[in-house]
């Protein structure tokens, strides 16, 4: 079935440190990745749907400065989180949407703590 | 925004015991997922529903989508203390590929041996 692999599954750094999360589709070829912030016992909430080779669309209310997103191929998505501070402390999960018609697949998450 | 109203938040059953868990919605679907997700990890696609009434089984696992295309349902037989974890219900409102996907609030489901 469909993977997506995230790295690194955990993180932590000082306040005002940038960490850059990967999104990988492994088998397949990924036109749109979505990154979601997850807080404990609470749904998904998305941040921002980005498409390969363009800018990615963020949700209201997110800082399109604070949190970075590259989609540079069809394979990898990333998300940088620039001096981040201890706000920023959630679990960030990303997904792609793999062939037309099929379900978003999640990746396993990123515990990002700010110390 | 499109909003999913998911119930119950939590439930609380002892192993063998069937459960049952809901979404609805103000406005129509195209697509309903369930995802279950344990704590630490990503949520794993359980079942996809794609064309109103339609009913799919996944082992244990039934989902529904409604007639109306504004709900679905989610049973599991007969539980086992490893379907502990949290269950969300995404929908998709259109378009010809899957796009944004709207979330339930999720419902945390504990089961005692």
């Known amino acids: 079935g469909a993977v997506v692999s995230q790295h690194p599954s955990r993180v932590i750094c000082k306040s005002g440190t940038s960490v850059k999360i990967e999104c990988r589709s492994l088998?397949?070829?990924?036109?749109?990745m979505f990154w979601y912030r997850q807080f404990p016992k609470q749904s998904l909430m998305l941040m921002a749907t980005?498409?390969?080779?363009?800018?990615?669309?963020?949700e209201q209310g997110v800082e399109k400065d604070k949190f970075l997103i590259n989609h540079a191929s069809l394979t990898l998505s990333t998300l940088t989180v620039t001096s981040a501070h201890p706000e920023d402390s959630s679990f960030y999960i990303c997904?792609?949407?793999?062939?037309?018609?099929?379900?978003?697949?999640f990746g396993d998450g990123t515990r990002l703590s700010i110390l | 925004g499109q909003q999913l109203n998911q119930s119950p938040q939590s439930m609380f059953i002892q192993e063998g015991e069937d459960v049952s868990m809901n979404c609805t919605s103000s406005?129509?679907?195209?697509?309903w997922l369930w995802y279950k997700q344990e704590p630490g990890e990503g949520p794993v696609l359980l079942i996809a529903?794609?064309?109103?009434?339609e009913l799919t089984s996944n082992g244990r696992l039934t989902a529904q989508f409604g007639i109306t295309r504004k709900d679905s349902f989610l049973n599991i037989s007969a539980s086992i203390p490893s379907d502990v974890g949290i269950y969300f219900c995404?929908?998709?409102?259109?378009?010809?590929?899957?796009?944004?996907?709207?979330f339930g609030q999720g419902t945390i489901l504990t089961v005692h041996p």
């Open positions: 997904s792609a949407e793999g062939q037309r018609g099929q379900p978003q697949h």
């Open positions: 088998d397949f070829q990924a036109t749109t």
């Open positions: 980005s498409n390969e080779g363009s800018k990615a669309t963020y």
């Open positions: 406005s129509i679907f195209n697509t």
């Open positions: 529903l794609y064309k109103a009434g």
């Open positions: 995404a929908g998709f409102a259109g378009g010809t590929s899957y796009g944004k996907l709207t």
